[in-house]
């Protein structure tokens, strides 16, 4: 994956996103989106590009239930992906998609 991701989708090019679910602590146990921070698609930063139109997004979106934690999380993170959430509720996966594209459409539109 790391091999083609740059060629495909290179970081000057393309806004990096990967979807996980929000999780909350329990006890000690802090996830890492805890203690990330999680953050919303409004907050991701999203620059445009040398002639001042957006760039594209690339949303990264995982099976039910979310990624492996930590080590699928933090390899996307490694890539130059920022981490969102849509909350703590755990969505199907095809309802997760609709909800991101939904809302990088968005991102997109405001940023024109």
Known sequence: MEDDLEHLFP???VVRVIAHPERREFGNDVSSIVA??????????FPTDA???PRR????????GGWEEPY???KF??????????GPRVLRS???VISLLTLAHEMCALNR
């Open 72 to 74: 699928e999380l933090d």
């Open 94 to 96: 095809d309802v997760a």
């Open 11 to 13: 970081q000057d090019d």
């Open 57 to 64: 997004v690339l949303v990264a979106v995982g099976p039910e």
């Open 77 to 86: 993170i490694d890539m130059g992906f920022q981490q969102i959430t849509l």
């Open 51 to 53: 002639r001042g139109k």
């Open 36 to 45: 990330n921070k999680a953050r919303r698609m409004s907050d991701i930063e």
